[in-house]
Antibody, heavy 121, light 106 residues
């Protein structure tokens, strides 16, 4: 059974870079490689869900235009991981960050448990 | 970006009741519409995709309908575990966007 697990610092200082990694277990990140999109969704405290972006096994990305100038999503197939990097963070980036998987032309069907990231000095 | 508008934002109901939640897209999304359920402290759970197709293992009490811009999620015979926040999501085009959520409360 496919499982996703987020990891990374729970506290990031304003203006610094938020970095998270998602470890994929139960399947290879390259299996059915052309069909899967590995991505990130976040949820600020008490608010709704915001799609951040996704990547395929070969490194092709799609980003939320609102975050694009600060965002990098990357994949490491040798470690079966993908990562999120968000630069110049502010308090508005405080959220629970979920790593996800979706299949092309389908919605997200697998979610990690989420990790809370707080931006504060 | 495609805007997704859910209504109501919250509703109060009782065990055993039937509820209907609506989701409207700002443009035609065909049937590229999903519904998710989120309980406190948990990741969202996929209920419905392609507007009306249930995910494997989802009880038949959850049903979806709609096409184009207007969609509904209906939940029958509400049980305590159904009290949660429900979100719609369009996945027709990037950026993927969610509705603001509907909190179903006792």
């Amino acid at each position: 059974q496919l499982q996703l697990q987020e990891s990374g610092p729970g506290l990031v200082r304003p203006s610094e870079t938020l970095s998270l990694t998602c470890t994929v277990s139960g399947d290879s990140i390259t299996s059915r490689s052309a069909n899967y999109r590995w991505g990130w969704i976040r949820q600020p405290p008490g608010k709704g869900l915001e799609w951040i972006g996704n990547i395929d096994y070969s490194g092709n990305t799609d980003y939320n235009p609102f975050l694009k100038s600060r965002l990098t999503v990357s994949v490491d197939t040798s470690k079966n991981q993908f990562s999120l990097s968000l630069s110049s963070v502010t308090a508005a980036d405080t959220a629970v960050y979920y790593c996800t998987r979706r299949t092309v032309n389908y919605p997200t069907d697998v979610w990690g448990k989420g990790t809370t990231v707080t931006v504060s000095s | 970006d495609i805007q997704m508008t859910q209504s109501p934002s919250s509703l109060s109901t009782s065990v055993g009741d039937r509820v209907t939640i609506t989701c409207r897209a700002s443009e035609d999304i065909s049937n590229y519409l999903a519904w998710f359920q989120q309980t406190p402290g948990k990741a969202p759970k996929s209920l419905i995709y392609a507007a009306s197709t249930s995910q494997s293992g989802v009880p038949s009490k959850f049903s979806g309908s709609g096409f184009g811009t207007d969609f509904t999620l209906t939940i029958t015979s509400l049980q305590p575990e159904d009290f949660a926040i429900y979100y719609c999501q369009q996945y027709k085009s990037y950026p993927l966007t969610f509705g603001g959520g509907t909190k179903v409360e006792i």
